[in-house]
Nanobody, 125 residues
Framework: QVDLVESGGGSVQAGGSLRLSCAAS????????MAWLRQVPGKEREEIAL???????DYADSVKGRFTISRDNAKSILFLQMNALTPEDTAMYYC???????????????????WGQGTLVTVSS
């Protein structure tokens, strides 16, 4: 199973930007898709951005136009560029990947089979 390690979280003021990274242990070109999710304590984990093996992307309405998911296949790194951050974006952010079943690669299913440990993003007003 692929191992995923997130980095890049931190504290930022509203309106600022952060870029999250997710380093994968293997070749990410072989994965059916990768995604970023986030979770606030007491709430369900929310899938916010997904990129499939063809490079197609999809976003949750809550981040569309502000966040951009991308990947560097050569370095096996997934990125999430986050702009125009608001306090509502404060959450633990997780990287996820799907190795086995491409039907899980649909925004909102929240069903990918490999997860990282998360990185915390805090946005202050």
């Amino acid at each position: 199973q692929v191992d995923l390690v997130e980095s890049g979280g931190g504290s930022v003021q509203a309106g600022g930007s952060l870029r999250l990274s997710c380093a994968a242990s293997g070749n990410i070109w072989s994965l059916h898709c990768m995604a970023w999710l986030r979770q606030v304590p007491g709430k369900e984990r929310e899938e916010i951005a997904l990129i499939d093996s063809d490079g197609n992307t999809d976003y949750a309405d809550s981040v569309k136009g502000r966040f951009t998911i991308s990947r560097d296949n050569a370095k096996s790194i997934l990125f999430l560029q986050m702009n125009a951050l608001t306090p509502e974006d404060t959450a633990m952010y997780y990287c996820a990947a799907e190795e086995e079943d491409p039907t899980r690669c649909r925004m909102g299913l929240n069903a990918l089979d490999a997860w990282g440990q998360g990185t915390l993003v805090t946005v202050s007003s």
